[in-house]
């Protein structure tokens, strides 16, 4: 069964996002995405800096048996990475919502995350 | 095609198996960590339902011969009773229809072994080429069939098999087996890389040896680590490292072709002295990847003699690094170029295995 806590945003591409108290917004992927993966043995991350648009590829997380892009759900300048995950990237499946974050985008606008879908929007989708 | 089941279906289900489709049969593909189980295999012992794998028998007057003509190896070779041998079974063009394993069984012939995902064509092959020998096959789809594999796998499987079979079966020699009473049948054989035994026994019988095999502390298996220990042991998995149009000189698998006696006929050989003597022009090879990244197959493989290509590749939980199994142009070696999604990332040819009994061989 997966989890999907209510605090956060989500989109279809099964990424999770945070807004910050700094207005930035931290983004991982979700319960459901490292249950369809599998054990995660790859992540990459981008570049601290590198600005991304909306639904750009911002990484990859493969497992055992797939590869997966990750992405960019909203636009803005990555301000940090989990550098972490790269050497302990069994943390997404243990931790998908917290030690497993991927990085963090400051925002052109934070009012970007209003449109996206709720907890119970996205469990809907995913038929759990 | 509906859904077809093991003897063991109910009790993967209560062990918490994530259950997939495998060629028309639903099996379990882990009990929650593909990684975990593959460990335990390499360090303990671990067990595997393959029940939707074909037991075919052979019997009859001209089984020696009928199988001199049907498969590569030569059944010849199996200098006592039970011995096992692994073959590729050929067409006339030298492709690979199917890869087995066959067991000299002295009271009534053969047994042989083939994958379920090929069943139907390999029953139909077996018998157009049976339609010229005296012999009889007899598919034995009553039995299951559980592997039991990892350096503790044969001590503990021994506790609870029959107290009488227990000297019988800790004295078999590695790829050898033994028809039992009850319609058992035990042989030390496997698809990891490590000792283990492959028990044959009646459906019937199944769930409740399995369960006494997970109380002498064997771990179920599912079948994504199946994958991964197989590819760690450098072992083909047919329909990806090779197939019908795919020459077993091309697919690592020369060292089953039995040459000798040159007047052996066996269906493909015409086709793969053509092929020898016009040279082999791609072969295959292991791969240690370098560069970021899993291996994957269908990835090209990029070397100074041409472009090759991966049939098996993944992230190898025993060598903490992607490895694959490639098929590349002959005469290749040292360094090469994998295509990873639109970035060439090195990797290096070695040979293989890429892991035996729990350690890191490769050269």
């Given amino acids: ?128 | 095609m509906s859904t077809q089941t093991t003897p063991l279906n109910a009790t993967h289900r209560e062990s918490g198996a994530k259950m997939v489709d495998f060629a028309g049969w639903d099996m379990p593909i882990h009990y929650g960590s593909q990684l975990k189980e593959h460990e335990t295999v390499r360090a303990d012992a671990g067990m595997f339902d393959v029940s939707h794998m074909t037991v075919i028998d052979v019997a009859g007057e001209d089984a020696t011969a009928y199988l001199q003509k049907l498969i590569a190896n030569d059944v010849a070779r199996l200098g006592f009773d039970g011995k096992a041998l692994y073959s590729g079974m050929l067409n006339e063009a030298g492709g690979v229809i199917d890869d087995l394993i066959v067991y000299r069984v002295d009271t009534w012939g053969y047994r042989v072994v083939v994958n379920a995902a090929t069943r139907d064509k390999d029953l139909a092959w077996m018998q157009q080429v049976a339609s010229s020998f005296k012999v009889e096959l007899q598919e034995r789809a009553e039995l299951a069939m559980i592997a039991v594999q990892g350096p503790n796998s044969i001590a503990k499987a021994c506790k609870v098999i029959h107290e009488e079979w227990e000297s019988t079966v800790k004295a078999l020699k590695p790829f050898q087996g033994i028809a039992l009473q009850g319609g058992w049948f035990i042989a030390r054989t496997g698809y990891t890389g490590e000792d283990g035994l492959e028990i044959m026994l009646p459906a019937d019988e199944a769930a409740l040896f399995w369960k006494a095999l997970a109380h002498a502390g064997i771990a179920p298996i599912g079948l994504a680590a199946r994958d991964t220990l197989r590819l760690e042991a450098g072992m083909n998995l047919y329909g990806h490292d090779m197939n019908e149009s795919i020459s077993p000189l091309s697919a690592g698998m020369g060292w089953t072709i039995a040459w000798e006696p040159a007047d052996r006929d066996f269906i493909g050989r015409k086709a793969l002295e053509a092929q020898k003597a016009a040279g082999v022009a791609q072969v295959q090879v292991g791969l240690v990847f370098e560069g970021k990244g899993v291996l994957r197959e269908g990835m090209r493989v990029v070397t100074e003699n041409g472009d090759g290509v991966i049939t098996s590749g993944t992230f190898s939980p025993t060598l903490k690094q992607s490895i694959a199994i490639a098929r590349i142009p002959a005469g290749s070696s040292g360094q090469v170029s994998v295509d990873v999604r639109g970035k060439l990332e090195p990797a290096r040819i070695v040979k293989m295995p890429f892991v035996r009994n729990g350690k890191a061989v490769f050269a």
Wanted: no cysteine.
């Fill in chain 1, 1 to 128: 069964m997966s989890k999907a806590p209510a605090e956060l945003k989500y989109v279809e591409t099964h990424e999770w996002l945070r807004l910050e108290a700094d207005g930035s917004v931290t983004i991982g992927i979700t319960d459901h995405a490292q249950e369809l993966l599998g054990d995660v043995v790859y992540v990459e991350l981008p570049a601290v800096g590198s600005v991304l648009a909306k639904d750009a590829q911002a990484g990859v997380v493969e497992s055992v048996k797939a590869a997966s892009d990750v992405y960019a759900p909203i636009a803005g300048e990555v301000v940090a990475i989990n550098d972490e995950l790269v050497g302990a990237p069994e943390t997404v499946n243990a931790d998908p919502y917290g030690a497993a974050w991927f990085f963090r985008i400051k925002p052109a606008d934070a009012s970007v995350l209003d449109g996206l879908m709720s907890a119970d929007d996205y469990l809907g989708q995913i038929g759990a």
